[in-house]
């Protein structure tokens, strides 16, 4: 049964005492459905960062290592499609299926705020692990791009989209000393998952073909999410606001500044995601090799996630991610772009690992500290639809530039777009930070 709300309360905690931006003219003033609990009846909850928090962590962990480590198989599967499937369908038309299935899953979490109302959070998740599992099964029957992009695309990307709203927002309610460790060490799922998937993913497509990966994968991910699903729970009875989007808060200008951020900070990260293992191949690496090289970047960047998120604690988020920005834009150029040593590629995607995801770890942090508990999931699910338009934007433009300009054989534009949105998202970074600063003192 769905979980009810007998005698709702306010999900806000002792941690939402230290959220500094209040209410302002620009603000959305969201009157709390539930009143806050009193001394007395905070007693009875479950104790922050002790206890079943590190269950719910562990849980969110599990649900991000299916949920965004799939990305990763994508790197594989576009490599497949690029250089086996579809050798006569041009680069922008094969794009449209990451990008469709990304977008989705960024853009669609908006959707779990009002199921999670009906449904709870438990049940909310399993609904999501199902519909995505319907996707990759029925993907692993397509044979055209219109049928993945419908099936890896639009139904997959949609139910992953709900599992990973939640994984991001639920840690934020059961950690306060350790929030940062906790999502940090959430939003590592993704890397770790790549470990796991992408050796799956590329053996089976070699020995089976495709379709089989799809279904391994599938049955890997319901398993994993559906026990994920049902060890979530609210640390307090919880219904957030029966709304896809509470557009007050789009006025917010540290809402503006975190979705111009999450809009570059998308485009730079998925463009190597994608196109980095087919450039290995244009220089001479093996097909097997480029592709087991996102294991590398996934490697690192799930220590660095972990590393980050524990560095928040004691370092702003917001500098943090300003300083990997900038190490990102600048070593795409004078790696990257320069090269075509497999030494100087591997050492750049080893970096690259290190410094690129800074964002994705630290933004659900960075959200949680700016807003109190009954917008975090609102936030979040607002940050995730700009990283899903850029997806829709970027991704296709940038797979039409390199048919046209790159011919499918020269990366240099799109490696030099890609790293300007690095460095272009370090603007609104530091406009954050400064915004957030003066916010505070005043």
């Not at 928090?53 to 849980?59: D, E, R």
């Not at 690129?356 to 630290?362: A, K, R």
């Not at 011919?407 to 240099?412: A, E």
Request: proline share 4%; net charge positive; glycine share 8%.
């Amino acid at each position: 049964m769905p979980e009810k709300d007998k005698n709702p309360v306010d999900i806000s905690t002792s941690s939402t005492t230290n959220n500094y931006i209040t209410r302002t003219n620009t603000e959305v003033d969201l009157v709390p459905e539930n009143p806050k609990p009193d001394i007395q009846e905070e007693s009875k909850l479950p104790p922050l960062d002790k206890g079943y928090s590190w269950v719910i962590m562990f849980a969110c962990f599990i649900n991000t290592i299916f949920g965004f480590g799939s990305f990763s198989a994508f790197g594989v599967f576009q490599t497949y499609y690029l250089k086996i499937t579809f050798l006569n369908v041009p680069a922008e038309t094969i794009a449209w299926i990451s990008t469709l299935s990304i977008f989705f899953t960024d853009a669609g979490g908006l959707l779990a705020g009002p199921i999670i109302r009906r449904l709870g959070i438990r049940y909310t998740s399993i609904l999501g692990t199902i519909v995505a599992t319907t996707g990759l099964l029925l993907a692993s029957f397509s044979t055209k791009v219109w049928q993945l992009a419908l099936t890896q695309g639009l139904i997959f990307g949609l139910g992953c989209s709900i599992i990973v709203n939640i994984a991001y927002t639920v840690p934020a309610f059961w950690f306060d000393k350790h929030r940062g460790f906790a999502i940090g060490t959430v939003a590592s799922g993704g890397s770790f998952g790549s470990l796991i998937i992408v050796p799956i993913v590329t053996n089976i497509s070699n020995s089976h073909g495709i379709g089989w990966s799809f279904r391994v994968l599938a049955i890997l991910f319901f398993v994993a999410t559906l026990v994920g699903g049902m060890l979530l729970k609210p640390r307090t009875e919880y219904k957030p606001v029966n709304k896809v989007i509470e557009f007050e808060l789009l006025k917010d200008p540290v809402t503006i500044m975190i979705c111009v951020i999450s809009f570059f900070a998308e485009i730079g990260f998925s463009v190597p995601m994608l196109y980095f293992p087919a450039s290995l191949i244009d220089i001479g690496v093996k097909k097997d090799l480029a592709t087991n090289m996102i294991m590398v970047l996934s490697a690192f960047s799930a220590t660095s996630r972990i590393l980050s998120g524990y560095l928040a604690q004691r370092i702003s988020a917001e500098n943090i991610v300003i300083v990997s920005h900038f190490i990102s834009g600048t070593i795409m150029m004078a790696m990257w772009y320069t090269s075509r040593s497999f030494g100087v590629y591997l050492a750049f995607y080893i970096l690259f690992g290190m410094f690129s995801i800074q964002f994705f770890s630290l933004g659900p942090v960075m959200i949680a500290n700016y807003y109190d508990d009954d917008k975090i999931s609102q936030v979040n699910g607002i940050s995730y639809l700009a990283m899903g338009v850029a997806i829709l934007v970027g991704v296709p433009s940038i797979g039409a530039i390199f048919q046209k300009y790159g011919k499918r054989r020269d990366y240099s534009q799109i490696i030099a777009i890609t790293s300007a949105c690095y460095l272009i998202s370090i603007i609104f970074l530091v406009g954050l930070r400064y915004y957030v600063k003066k916010r505070k003192l005043s």
